[in-house]
């Protein structure tokens, strides 16, 4: 069983930044694919990033791609969202995931969600 919970979130200027991170309970960590996920008001919830447990591959959605980074510290059984040149339409509730599939084709683990906003 793992845990997970999201901090970092808050309000922002459009152009600025914010660093989510997602705290995981549980001693295999290290064996989860871990990605971030997000859902504004009305609309599905959307992927927005991932990374695999070995952290060798990371992949974004197209409309974060070159503003948005994922990382992980396994160590500290940590993954981290850095997000920069935010816009309005970032703002939604940012969710932490974990996949026992190397790839996330199905995701096992989800957090409680953290809020974003920004202001233009």
């Known amino acids: 069983q793992v845990q997970l919970v999201e901090s970092g979130g808050g309000l922002v200027q459009a152009g600025g930044s914010l660093r989510l991170s997602c705290a995981a309970s549980g001693r295999t960590f290290s064996s989860y694919t871990m990605g971030w996920f997000r859902q504004a008001p009305g609309k599905e919830r959307e992927f927005v990033a991932l990374?695999?447990?070995?952290?060798?591959?990371?992949y974004y959605a197209g409309s974060v791609k070159g503003r948005f980074t994922i990382s992980r510290d396994n160590a500290k059984n940590t993954v981290y969202l850095q997000m920069n040149s935010l816009k309005p339409e970032d703002a939604a509730v940012y969710y932490c995931?974990?996949?026992?599939?190397?790839?996330?084709?199905?995701?096992?683990?989800w957090g409680q969600g953290t809020q974003v906003t920004v202001s233009s």
């Open positions: 990374i695999t447990w070995t952290a060798t591959n990371t």
């Open positions: 995931a974990g996949s026992s599939d190397y790839v996330g084709s199905e995701w096992d683990y």
